[in-house]
């Protein structure tokens, strides 16, 4: 059985999506598909709109075979490292390739990229710390730095996001020493950060924006997600009343920053540059997590980046918990959220040979990085009113979906 | 001007406080009262119903002079503790004396039981210990200890709560090697732990249940307490929308506990004996701050106690940081809260002989305990929506109080 691996959020799993796993399948000549899909918060520091359960089941019942959960401590982060949790999450369960969208679409230009920037890192890291330094975001300090190394690969434009991205997975699968190969598919027109929704394919931002504003679920949102996910949505929200967002987690944050002493926010993962003072100095002003994101944002400080940081003072998540995700080569286990029958198979067979723990609920295994995982969960679900929430939190400690 | 001191809470200022005020003055013939107070946590491990400003400002209009903050690191604490941040807070202003109400009403008996056990001392706390080990409450197990130690002082029962305090004081008195006199005026009737409101002099627990079961002042409670005090309580909540009680900050606790490693937990005061275990085991369970508390439960673990751990996980102080409280003489700075104008006379001819630097503003001073009072401050206040809460929360960083 040939396995493709995709690397997702599905905030929420939409029409791009549907897209993007039918063309991955169709182009590798795949018999499954294993995603591996961030939990309950996300890449870019937010909760997500409804649990990874609730995703992960609208994913299988379109298409996807295997949904594996990215560790918390891989997938709120910067690119480089989401896409080295999630191409050794694939590769411990023995994918034969990954396949991404991009706006490049094809694969070369990446490896030559790849080939092209190794030997010359130490390089490329200065010149983007050096650029950070001076106040560009990530994406402009990057693009100055492969100015810098003269990558010029076939006009690849390593400013767009799922460039960004693609580039992080072929560069985590090289250095991994993975055997997997790594391919994409061209992203139809509708860009990542779109505001609005425009098309049947839509951002999952503008698919998010379009859902906070309404009540129900709108007819342009109902265009742009299969019929699963406005049943998941549906769903969640006659189940625990709400649509998550950084707003329901407001006080909590808000709280910790306002009794923790300033060496124990230093201790928290992103608190960085005397992020510590800021957020003690705007804690009591802050009307709301938006106003107080706006308090804080600088040139320096990006939207993302204060996200991540909140999201790890929610989950008390410290730099120390984290040093281990640096090093690491293998995971020391692999999350199973659910699976199609086809995908129960492809587990079946490749069960004995498997070297990484799959688990399903995080009791299974002792390991510090279930504690994070169980924190996050833990705290994702606070903001459900008590006597809906457990209800609702349960599929966390039972068994994975099974879609037929 | 010969100052007398009172220890209080206040919680809310009543008639009883009146009549304690009123003869305390006459009995000690003193030209100034001076009320040391807690803060807005207090000493049995609860939030204030409305925070220390309304409440001082109650009593000095009802004929308090001056009003002093007892520090929220002596306040959240047991009977022997509390009374020494009380005692050193009056005597670094040099009052002349210190009368306090108790169910005996002399104070004989008090000062004899202190030089009887003097020297006994190792005997009583061995004794005091292997009762609340058996599962003895304080107040039994101090009974036990007592007997053991052969106290029977003219039929002083130390097992009644303001005898308890009384003692308590005296203790504190002597050992601060203050000149200080210890005075006592009898209580009337009405039991400290009275359940319901029976009379126009009523216990402040009575008073903060009926308060907390309507949604105006009833007539019961109107009776019981002076007019300043229906006035303060209604204007607080009219700024506020609320009371504060523990309800208001479950969902804060909650997260705390949820996110805090063992490890952490062990850190703050009050957790103790493997409490952290039960803690983390509970805290998901829990539908209500109540039934936290009935969950967490046993002989072992007092409701009192339980609660002053609340109070300490909730502004996340640590065990580290009250170590000093044990062995300071002499307060590292006095609070003042309020006065009239007496009491700025008495505090202006006090002035040039204070050893104690006396403040108002907590950024007045850079000091541990500061910090603390100001984390205290600030979580008491997140009760609040954030719209009402600035301007309520605002006295925090003003001028003490005013009442000619």
């Known amino acids: 059985m040939k396995a493709c691996g995709l690397i997702v959020e599905y905030n929420p799993f939409h029409n791009g999506h549907v897209y993007h796993l039918q063309s991955s399948k169709k182009k590798t000549n795949a018999d499954v598909l294993v995603a591996v899909m961030s939990g309950d918060f996300l890449q870019r520091g937010e909760p997500a709109i409804i649990d990874k359960w609730h995703r992960a089941e609208a994913a299988l019942q379109s298409g996807v075979d295997v949904v594996l959960e990215l560790p918390y401590v891989y997938a709120v982060q910067h690119a480089d490292l989401f896409a080295k949790g999630a191409v050794l999450t694939l590769n411990?369960?023995?994918?034969?390739?990954?396949?991404?969208?991009?706006?490049?679409?094809?694969?070369?230009?990446f490896i030559d990229a790849y080939h092209h920037l190794k030997g010359k890192?130490?390089?490329?890291?200065?010149?983007?710390?050096?650029?950070?330094?001076?106040?560009?975001?990530?994406?402009?300090?990057?693009?100055?730095?492969y100015e810098a190394v003269q990558l010029t690969t076939d006009g690849l434009d390593l400013s767009k996001p799922n460039n960004i991205l693609g580039f992080s997975y072929v560069k985590a699968i090289y250095e991994a020493g993975s055997m997997m190969k790594p391919e994409t598919i061209q992203r139809t027109k509708s860009g990542y950060h779109d505001p609005e929704i425009k098309d049947t394919i839509a951002s999952a931002t503008s698919i998010r924006n379009e859902i906070n504003t309404n009540i129900r679920l709108s007819d342009k949102v109902i265009n742009a997600i299969p019929k699963v996910t406005s049943d998941a949505l549906n769903n969640y929200k006659n189940k625990s009343g709400l649509f998550h967002q950084w707003e329901h987690y407001f006080s909590f944050v808000q709280h910790t920053v306002l009794t923790k002493r300033i060496d124990e926010l230093q201790q928290i993962q992103g608190v960085e540059e005397g992020l510590e003072f800021r957020l003690k100095k705007t804690a009591k002003k802050a009307k709301s997590f938006y106003h107080w994101m706006e308090l804080l944002k600088t040139k320096r400080y990006t939207w993302t980046r204060l996200q991540r940081m909140f999201v790890h003072i929610l989950t008390n998540t410290t730099k120390h918990e984290l040093q281990a995700i640096h090093t690491l080569q293998t995971l020391p286990y692999v999350r199973l959220l659910g699976f199609s029958s086809r995908g129960r198979e492809y587990i079946n067979r490749q069960k004995k040979q498997l070297e990484t723990p799959l688990i399903s609920q995080i009791q299974s295994l002792q390991h510090p990085f279930l504690d994070i995982e169980e924190r996050a969960s833990d705290t994702y679900y606070l903001a459900i009113p008590h006597h809906k929430r457990s209800e609702i939190a349960k599929q966390e400690i039972g068994p994975p979906i099974l879609v037929n």
Chains 1, 2 share one sequence.
């Open 121 to 145: 890192e130490s390089t490329f890291n200065e010149e983007l710390h050096l650029h950070l330094k001076a106040g560009l975001s990530f994406p402009e300090a990057s693009k100055k730095a």
């Open 92 to 109: 411990s369960l023995n994918v034969d390739c990954v396949c991404f969208g991009s706006e490049k679409g094809k694969v070369k230009p």
